[in-house]
């Protein structure tokens, strides 16, 4: 209720109270009121009062009494003298603040202090009162059993007769329950501030916000006040088929409890961010509302991308990965497919990659391949496709392109990466294999056409030429050199790989002056295997080293069984090494473990190596042959002007034998090049002091010719062909260890004389 207070009909404000009972007052009561109202504002005007104290002494306090009396039946009443001791309660003050009136009085108000309040605001209000004002406030209390209670208090100061302040008195309202109110609803609205999402309360029919956290202003770049004054359809964005107000609806007519759905938020900048908001209905409230909580996802969006971008991109080169790459293929197929289109697709494979890595490092390695790819790259252009599969493997992808084109672009690349690369002022020269394949109208599926530019590219690499065209039966190939690998791997473990000799003669004489021993496979599941197709399959599968290691080991029992028998081989068993084994850990003391364990020396082995083979690693290779010279092994280079010749590298270390190649043998006499090579490197070795040994010798003509240019030494079917150590044994060592020049008996073979 509320009493309005008059001094000279000036209205100086309103008592407000609340009454006891429920029914209200009655005529009398409010009549009674209002004149304590008027009394009341004449006794706060201090001139007022002072002119109306000496008119109507007893009237006023005729009506002061029956105002402080009502005032002491409808609110909770205390009065203190000037000291702030209590010299009287009403029973409504006992009974909020659990003391007897006889407890209360002579206690100051500190017997009720909470200490909710600091120093300040009571020196405030003891300011206020003793100057004379009113002073009005909400003070927290505590009870006598230690309860705390909140009171709207007006406190007034009163005057006596001469004016002097004599005493004060207090008029309260109890405010707990509302105070208990405004807690929790201060405590719902720090949790709201203090959560990491968005919350808003919306309006459930204007769809308005009614209220908005911090982090929702935050987030939006609106003041509480701007957003409150928004609807919701100007700050949610949702895709086309999806409609905010229609989730609402579903919500209020209870068709669902809760409604989750992505959307973006427009801030105030106009600027979106994606955001995930789940949408729940209040109708208790009143009005109703609905309470909106939104997860922003701009973090968890980013970081999505970021692993997507992981999960498809090689972090080396920046490219597309090979599971980018499968996805992009099998994109462009079924595009070409709808389009009736060509595609076409290139598989690349750097040559010679792993040296690079095994003798540089993987940190120049990948350097090299940043280099390549970016070269790639460039060369490409706007061509839309260009992954990384594998260590040193690429694939370009040519949608629209028929086989000629990428054929065309497949022979640029090759081209461009015989050109050495740069890394660190060190120049290191890679090629290329290139397998192409295309399709037209999307016949063969992603994996296919994968499969089959692969296959092309490892037909490219197998004959040097660079860049091959994928034919059906290059499947066959391939399944053929799998199957080898495999009865291989199971041979060697098995040992049932064979050994033939070949014997060298003396061109002159015919004397046995040495042998070379060759590997054989005497048994195959895939049927006849020469080991000019097998030995190119260990060296790709890097089984040369084991397969190496194992027939050194397996020749030199073989030559301490003819030692022990008495048996003597003139000259030196020549055996072959491998560019891998050249390259290998500690291929010298292995050899020489190998002559150890069973009592022979280097001085009875020469090991043959191809100039392909020495210049796969030139630094590396001539440190081992070198080395190997030192140990007492003599050492020839195999097919020699047919590799990677240099004469340089022949000055820098000098072998000690050359075999002529037998392609230049066989030649030499239907044509004039090949007869002038022969003639050439016979005469370089003479000067350079190296001994020759042709291959190939087939018919006496060319056994002729060959001392006649001063070659000395031949292997050939002219002497013998590669057979097994038991028929060596006994065609061969027995009469050279008689010391008896050995020739056989000659056969006719079509025209020509060939000797068994």
């Known amino acids: 209720m509320s009493l309005p207070i008059f001094a000279d009909n000036e209205f100086l404000g309103a008592l407000l109270f609340e009454p006891q009972r429920e029914t209200g007052l009655n005529r009398e009561e409010a009549e009674t009121l209002d004149r304590f109202g008027r009394k009341l504002g004449a006794l706060l005007d201090n001139r007022s009062l002072f002119r109306r104290v000496s008119e109507h002494t007893t009237h006023i306090h005729a009506k002061h009494n029956e105002a402080l009396n009502l005032i002491y039946s409808q609110t909770i009443f205390s009065r203190t003298d000037i000291r702030g001791r209590i010299v009287d309660v009403n029973?409504?003050?006992?009974?909020?603040?659990?003391?007897?009136?006889?407890?209360?009085?002579?206690?100051?108000?500190?017997?009720?202090?909470?200490?909710?309040?600091?120093?300040?605001?009571?020196?405030?209000?003891?300011?206020t009162v003793r100057s004379g004002k009113i002073w009005r406030g909400e003070v927290c209390n505590r009870n006598k059993n230690g309860e705390l209670y909140w009171v709207d208090s007006i406190v007034a100061p009163m005057r006596d007769a001469k004016g002097h302040i004599s005493n004060f008195i207090s008029v309260r309202f109890d405010i707990t329950e509302r105070k208990k109110g405004e807690d929790v609803i201060a405590r719902f609205g720090r949790i709201l501030d203090g959560s990491s999402d968005e919350i808003y309360i919306i309006d459930a029919q204007s769809h308005n916000y009614i209220q908005a956290n911090a982090v929702a202003c935050k987030n939006l770049g609106y003041a509480s006040d701007e957003l409150t004054r928004m609807t919701s359809d100007s700050v949610v964005e949702l895709p086309e088929n999806v409609g905010f107000n229609r989730a609402l609806e579903k919500l209020a007519r209870g068709d669902e409890e809760k409604?989750?759905?992505?959307?973006?938020?427009?801030?105030?900048?106009?600027?979106?961010?994606?955001?995930?908001?789940?949408?729940?209905?209040?109708?208790?409230?009143?009005?109703?509302?609905?309470?909106?909580?939104?997860?922003?996802?701009?973090?968890?969006?980013?970081?999505?991308?970021?692993?997507?971008?992981?999960?498809?991109?090689?972090?080396?080169?920046?490219?597309?990965?090979?599971?980018?790459?499968?996805?992009?293929?099998?994109?462009l197929v079924w595009a070409s497919a709808s389009d009736d289109d060509t595609l076409s697709v290139l598989y690349l494979d750097l040559d010679r990659f792993k040296e690079v890595n095994d003798t540089r490092g993987h940190q120049i390695g990948d350097a090299v391949l940043k280099t390549v790819s970016a070269r790639i790259s460039k060369l490409l252009g706007d061509i839309p496709f260009f992954g990384r599969v594998g260590g040193d493997e690429f694939v370009v992808v040519l949608p629209g392109m028929d086989e000629l084109h990428a054929l065309g672009i497949a022979h640029k690349i090759h081209k461009m990466l015989q050109e050495p690369v740069t890394v660190d002022n060190e120049q290191f020269f890679l090629s290329a294999s290139l397998g192409v394949t295309s399709t037209r109208s999307g016949r063969n599926r992603p994996e296919v056409l994968l499969r089959h530019a692969d296959i092309a590219m490892y037909h490219a690499k197998d004959t040097m030429n660079g860049v091959s065209l994928f034919r059906p039966d290059m499947t066959r190939e391939l399944k053929r050199k799998r199957d080898v690998a495999i009865w291989l791997r199971k041979t060697l473990k098995d040992n049932d790989l064979e050994f033939a000799f070949q014997p060298q003669v003396d061109l002159s004489s015919g004397a046995l002056v040495g042998a070379e021993v060759l590997l054989r496979w005497p048994r195959s599941p895939v049927g006849r295997i020469n080991p000019g197709e097998f030995i190119p399959i260990a060296e790709e599968r890097g089984m040369m080293p084991k397969l190496g290691e194992w027939?050194?080991?397996?020749?030199?029992?073989?030559?301490?069984?003819?030692?022990?028998?008495?048996?003597?081989?003139?000259?030196?068993?020549?055996?072959?090494?491998?560019?891998?084994?050249?390259?290998?850990?500690?291929?010298?003391?292995?050899?020489?473990?190998?002559?150890?364990?069973?009592?022979?020396?280097?001085?009875?082995?020469?090991?043959?190596?191809?100039?392909?083979?020495?210049?796969?690693?030139?630094?590396?290779?001539?440190?081992?042959?070198?080395?190997?010279?030192?140990?007492?092994?003599?050492?020839?280079?195999?097919?020699?002007?047919?590799?990677?010749?240099?004469?340089?590298?022949?000055?820098?270390?000098?072998?000690?034998?050359?075999?002529?190649?037998?392609?230049f043998v066989r030649d030499m006499h239907s044509d004039d090049a090949s007869y002038a090579i022969v003639s050439a490197i016979i005469a370089m070795a003479d000067r350079l002091g190296m001994r020759v040994v042709a291959e190939g010798v087939e018919h006496e003509r060319q056994a002729r010719e060959l001392r006649s240019l001063g070659c000395r030494h031949a292997q050939g079917f002219l002497y013998g062909k590669p057979i097994s150590a038991r028929r060596f044994l006994k065609t061969w060592l027995p009469r050279s260890a008689r010391g008896t020049e050995i020739k056989q008996p000659a056969r006719t073979v079509g025209t020509e004389t060939r000797t068994t």
């Open 259 to 331: 409604v989750e759905l992505e959307a973006n938020h427009i801030r105030r900048d106009g600027s979106a961010y994606p955001v995930w908001i789940r949408l729940t209905y209040v109708s208790e409230e009143t009005p109703p509302v609905y309470v909106a909580t939104v997860f922003d996802l701009s973090e968890q969006k980013r970081a999505q991308a970021e692993i997507e971008r992981l999960a498809y991109t090689d972090c080396l080169t920046g490219l597309p990965n090979r599971a980018a790459t499968l996805n992009k293929l099998e994109e």
């Open 91 to 127: 029973d409504a003050f006992c009974r909020i603040s659990g003391y007897q009136r006889s407890e209360l009085i002579g206690s100051t108000h500190r017997i009720i202090n909470s200490g909710h309040h600091d120093p300040g605001f009571w020196s405030g209000f003891w300011s």
């Open 551 to 663: 027939a050194f080991t397996r020749i030199c029992r073989q030559v301490s069984d003819w030692k022990d028998a008495g048996l003597h081989l003139p000259g030196r068993l020549a055996f072959n090494i491998s560019a891998s084994q050249l390259t290998a850990v500690n291929l010298p003391d292995r050899l020489l473990r190998a002559l150890k364990a069973h009592n022979l020396n280097p001085e009875m082995f020469e090991l043959e190596i191809t100039e392909h083979a020495l210049m796969k690693d030139v630094g590396i290779g001539l440190e081992t042959l070198k080395r190997l010279r030192t140990d007492g092994f003599t050492i020839a280079i195999d097919d020699f002007g047919t590799g990677y010749s240099s004469l340089s590298h022949l000055k820098n270390f000098a072998p000690d034998k050359l075999k002529i190649d037998l392609s």
